[in-house]
Each structure stands twice: as C-alpha cells, then as structure tokens.
C-alpha cells in the first residue's frame, strides 16, 4: 500500500492541532500499521515536559496509531464513523531510552492487532527510531455505547 498523508486520514481520529502526534502512515493491512512522526523534537510538543520528552509518551504514540488503525479497518469495511476508543490498559510497557527528543528524523511507530470485536480491542504496539526499538507495550481499548 502507498503512504496516507495526515490529509487522508487526520479527520478520522479524535485527536486534533499538535496532539496528532502522527504524520504519516507508511503503510496498513487489516492486522497492522506502520505510521510515522516527527514532532518528537519539537519544542511545542504537547507531551513535552521541562526536561524534554520522556519515553513514557511513547505509549500515546502507539495508541494513535492504534486508533488510526481501526478507524482505517471501519473506513475500508464501508463504516461511516468509528466510535472513539478508550485506552482501559497498558501492560508490559517496556522502555529502551528515557528521553527521545533529541534524535534526529522520525520516529517509526508500529501497530499489531491481537483480537479486536465490536466493543474492544487488543494491540502490541512499538516505536523505533533507525531500528533501534525505543519502546514496546501492549494495549487495550474499548469502545463504550454511546
């Protein structure tokens, strides 16, 4: 599949303005994403404490990219609009630098389906950074009636 700009895609999310930490999506199937992000760097990044931008955010990239990749699955299955997800867990976080606001590029952030139903979902998720995995979890999603 060929790179989605955030202008394909950007609308389909809840998060909007600088905290769509994604810029990109390189590339997507029905199991996975694989998006990227830049704004890591940035001094207005709005996770970015007063010492940088702690790893710990990282889960909130993997979580976009998450939420993009359900929102593309109910996109190409025909669905209007996807109700907004709720990050209920977060587990086996594991964390291979402390700060990544000073490096260089963009961050590769990586999405795996485990088990998704109607009301909830199961990922892994990872960021890299030139192949050198930066941090890597597990997540859980609902998506409460509303």
């Keep these: 599949m060929h790179m989605l ?3 394909d895609w950007a609308h389909l999310i809840p998060h909007a303005g600088a905290m769509c930490l994604l810029d990109a999506v390189l590339a997507w ?6 998006a990227i992000a830049a704004g890591h760097a940035r001094t207005d990044n709005p996770l970015r ?19 993009l990749h359900g929102a593309l699955r109910a996109r190409a299955a025909g669905v209007a609009t996807q109700r907004p997800g709720l990050l209920v867990s977060l587990r086996g976080m594991q964390l291979d630098v402390e700060y990544v606001d000073r490096l260089d590029g963009h961050l590769d952030v990586h999405a795996e389906c485990l088990h998704a139903q109607d009301r909830s979902a199961q990922y892994a998720f990872r960021v890299e950074h030139h192949g050198m995995v930066l941090a890597s979890g597990r997540a859980a999603v609902i998506h409460p009636e509303p």
Excluded at 29 to 34: E, N, T, V
Excluded at 49 to 67: D, I, S
């Design 49 to 67: 404490g007063p010492h940088g931008l702690h790893a710990v955010h990282l889960a909130e990239y993997g979580a976009q990219a998450m939420a």
């Design 5 to 7: 700009p955030k202008t």
């Design 29 to 34: 199937d029905g199991r996975s994403i694989h």
